[in-house]
């Protein structure tokens, strides 16, 4: 479909994030004739750029993430970009931002269509839709907000910059991004769950005896560290990323596959999350810290990081809901940085079955999203000249030139919100209960850090997070599939 025409406001237009994600997604898109002639994008940051220059910086960007481009497409692409120097505290910025806006809109026939993007630091995203509220930049088409991560440093804070953005956009215009929405295999899970039999029919408590989770970062905290120490790994990973993942594992089966629907079956499911204890957290979670190596810091030891901090830069949990068509199966969790790989996967372990041979390998269900995209399952066979049951790996696997083909997570998202679609993005009423329960679980670790004796296991970099992990289980049949 292609997109209506629109100004596209970018804060934070000289970020990372824009120049490796958002220029070249765009590019891709109005290459495809996704994105209407009538568009205009104007990159705002303090820095005193002109638009030249931000014209030859998207065509950087472009050049930097592909490896053949026709020119000519660039130059007509970047025509397209204005800069505008803005420091987003400055309430004055906001006039000349908006009569640069008014005016793009009258060049481009944009019909009074705004797209505003919060491509900054989060702790400016408050101040940003306060300003464009009083200072009613708004326009007279519709107006839609992409939001990025994290949306709050906790639930308070959270509600605190829902309402400020509520107060110039209604919910249906909040794109609340989380880039991992947009990725294949995550976009596969529901056309997996919902659309084979065999798959369908197992979805339950009776068959499943458990999913486990796995997001992990290869990287240490980098040049992060004074950020990264004030989140950790359970707000930085968990409260979105994982949460998505087990939602859209967990929920009932939409009736459609409308916006409205896929949000209501969410919304139904999350009401039957259960939000742990104190005693709870203590026994169904484990936080750790990496140790350092010959070569690389200890988490303590890292640039802008409090020698005596508490944050956590691996977590392990578990989670359960009371209603949903899993419901009453645990979902373990984990993430962390230093891993021994960049990984992430979802592993469906399923319940053994009494069968003639004795014990047989459980049945797995394995979705690997990154690096790889591939789906399998592992079943049991007999094995050739001997008695005996063997393992083997069915694999749905995408094929080299099919991969190439995947849009990245940011250009199917941008066009989700070009032609309205939220779907991939998340509901207030979702986040709200996913802030309530990382708020339990923050809370009970802070008292204990408070009481004196917060546990914090220590783990050595590049292997598999700390051994505390392996006793989150429910039963001792249980463990983590992918070690
Ligand atoms: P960044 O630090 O690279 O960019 C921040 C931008 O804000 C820069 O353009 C900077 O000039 C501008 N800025 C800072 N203070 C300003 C002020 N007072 N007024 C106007 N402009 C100001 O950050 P980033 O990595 O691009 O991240 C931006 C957002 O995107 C964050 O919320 C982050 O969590 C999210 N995000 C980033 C990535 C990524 O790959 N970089 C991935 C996922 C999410």
Known sequence: MKNIPVIMIIFGGSGDLAHRKLYPSLFNLYEQGLIHDNFAVIGTARRPWSHEYLREQVSDAIHETHDQVDENEVKAFASHFYYQSHDVTNVEHYVTLKKLAQELDDRYSA????????????????????????????????????????????????????????????????????HYL??????????????????????????????????????????????????GALRDMVQNHIFQIITLLAMPEPKDLSSDSVHQAKQELLKSLIIPTPEEVKKNFVRGQYLGSDTTFAYKKEPNVDPDSTTETYVAGKTKFTSGPIAGVPIYFRTGKEFKEKKTRIDIVLKHINNPYGQAHSNNITIEVDPESKIYITINGKKIDEPGIRREDL?????????????????????DVFVNDSTNFTHWS????????????????????EAGNPEIAQYLPYRMGPKEADNIFESPTEHWIYE
């Open 395 to 415: 694999t749905y696997v995408f094929s080299k030139e099919e991969m190439a083909k995947v849009p990245d997570g940011y250009e199917r998202l941008l066009h």
């Open 430 to 449: 979702e986040l709200k209960r996913y802030w309530e329960f990382i708020d339990a679980v923050e809370d009970a670790w802070q008292k204990e850090n």
């Open 182 to 231: 947009g990725k294949e295999m995550i976009q596969n899970i529901m056309p997996m769950r919902f659309t084979n039999p065999l798959i369908k029919n197992i979805w339950s408590g009776e068959y499943i005896k458990n999913i486990q989770i796995t997001l992990a970062e290869r990287l240490g905290v980098e040049a992060r560290g004074g950020y990264y120490d004030t989140s």
């Open 111 to 178: 019909q009074g269509n705004c797209l505003f993007y919060m491509a900054m630091a989060p702790r400016f995203f408050g101040t940003i839709a306060t300003h464009i509220n009083d200072q009613h930049l708004t326009g007279s088409g519709f107006n839609r907000i992409v939001v990025e991560k994290p949306f709050g440093h906790d639930l308070v804070s959270a509600e605190q910059l829902n309402k400020e953005i509520t107060a110039s956009f209604d919910e249906n215009d909040i794109f609340r991004i989380d």
